[in-house]
T-cell receptor, first 114, second 111 residues
């Protein structure tokens, strides 16, 4: 099925460990995004990639890095995980051409840092 | 800074009722607006997208409207069903490749 695929779905890390969250879309969308969702805070943008080869910071980029590997794939890396990074992470993609055609979201990665 | 408020934060209604969810933006410069549904522990499912040239969109029992002059959007759900129980999120696009999300309305439809 076409859409946005995120891996893994669940992950538990110890403080200081690193990991990479993977995201791939097969809809030929040009823009991709990483959000985190926390209770009472809504969705907050971490990083986005307007097009292949470009990345930009969002609202809460500290502690994260991203790579737009190609048009399909956009990964999020936590270099040294902290308990404050416990959250649900969502990847999204969209077409931005002449107009904005809305987001398609992945199913999320639930990350716990202990 | 653009902020989004969704009212009410939570809503519980009997099955069959028509209901309205509200979304308002501090900055009325909204070009597009999207409504999402999120079930517990799941991702976001797009419901309706209103483009900059449109004022409303309809899909089945759902109707969403956008009043750009006031920076407000409403999601109307007709003849609510228990399966409509979920959190509903609005998100507005005002440029620079990203949406601003509201914190959602938790809806419970009682059988």
């Amino acid at each position: 099925n076409a859409g946005v695929t995120q891996t893994p779905k669940f992950q538990v890390l110890k403080t200081g460990q690193s990991m990479t969250l993977q995201c791939a879309q097969d809809m030929n969308h040009n823009s991709m995004y990483w959000y985190r969702q926390d209770p009472g805070m809504g969705l907050r943008l971490i990083y986005y990639s307007a097009s292949e080869g470009t990345t930009d910071k969002g609202e809460v980029p500290n502690g994260y890095n991203v790579s737009r590997l190609n048009k399909r794939e956009f990964s999020l890396r936590l270099e040294s995980a902290a308990p404050s990074q416990t959250s649900v992470y969502f990847c999204a993609s969209s077409v931005v051409k002449d107009s904005w055609w809305g987001y398609t979201f992945g199913s999320g990665t639930r990350l716990t840092v202990v | 800074k653009q902020e989004v408020t969704q009212i009410p934060a939570a809503l519980s209604v009997p099955e069959g009722e028509n209901l309205v969810l509200n979304c308002s933006f501090t900055d009325s410069a909204i070009y597009n607006l999207q409504w999402f549904r999120q079930d517990p522990g799941k991702g976001l499912t797009s419901l309706l997208l209103i483009q900059s040239s449109q004022r409303e969109q309809t899909s089945g029992r759902l109707n969403a409207s956008l009043d750009k002059s006031s920076g407000r959007s409403t999601l109307y759900i007709a003849a609510s069903q228990p399966g409509d129980s979920a959190t509903y999120l609005c998100a507005g696009y005002s440029g620079t490749y990203k949406y601003i999300f509201g914190t959602g309305t938790r809806l419970k439809v009682l059988a």
